[in-house]
């Protein structure tokens, strides 16, 4: 109860908008001093991003990224492979799924790194964030009306693009930075095998 001061109280909920994509509510809240407010909100299953590393065929690390064209935005934006879960999917069967669809890329070792909430303010949004490793190319199974370039670069080529800010994905920033401490030997991850959801 140590954040009984900050915590808001729902009362009620309706239904603002069920889109194919976007579910959205407004709340009725009361706040810790009693007030009374309104939360705007949009619902969201989850998902998860990938962080996949290839070395090439001169020993050097590589990530897998790509590039596609995000409509709110209006800009093509590069980012690491990521997507929503489907219902009843585990977060590593969606990550094995959304990386063999988007890049043809099937990983034999998967290592978990965390959770990021990405827009805190108005989704229940969260992403699993996963390394890949032991790389092997095979086909892309993009979704109908889904276009994008996958391309490969070092991590201090995408280090130096967060900085520059041609890299302002969110979820792939949050990436970069997890790359860069595991690369460091700051941060540590526990991989395993896994059999690949997607044969």
Known sequence: MRDKHLIEVKESTEEILKGRFLHAFRDHVTLPDGARATREYV?????????????????????????????????????????????????????????????????????????????IAYSTEFIDIWFARDLTLGARQLDNGEFLDVFTATPDELLGWCQSGQVTDAKTLTGALWLQNVLAGKWSLEWQACASATA
């Open 43 to 119: 619902r969201h299953p989850g998902a998860v991003m990938v962080i996949p590393l290839l070395t090439d065929g001169q020993g050097i690390l590589r990530v897998v990224l790509e590039r596609q064209f995000r409509y709110p935005v209006g800009q093509v934006m590069i980012e690491f492979p990521a997507g929503k879960l489907d219902p009843g999917e585990s977060v590593i069967q969606c990550a094995q799924r959304e990386l063999a669809e988007e890049t043809g890329y099937r990983a034999q070792e998967w290592a978990r790194a965390g959770v990021m909430h990405p827009v």
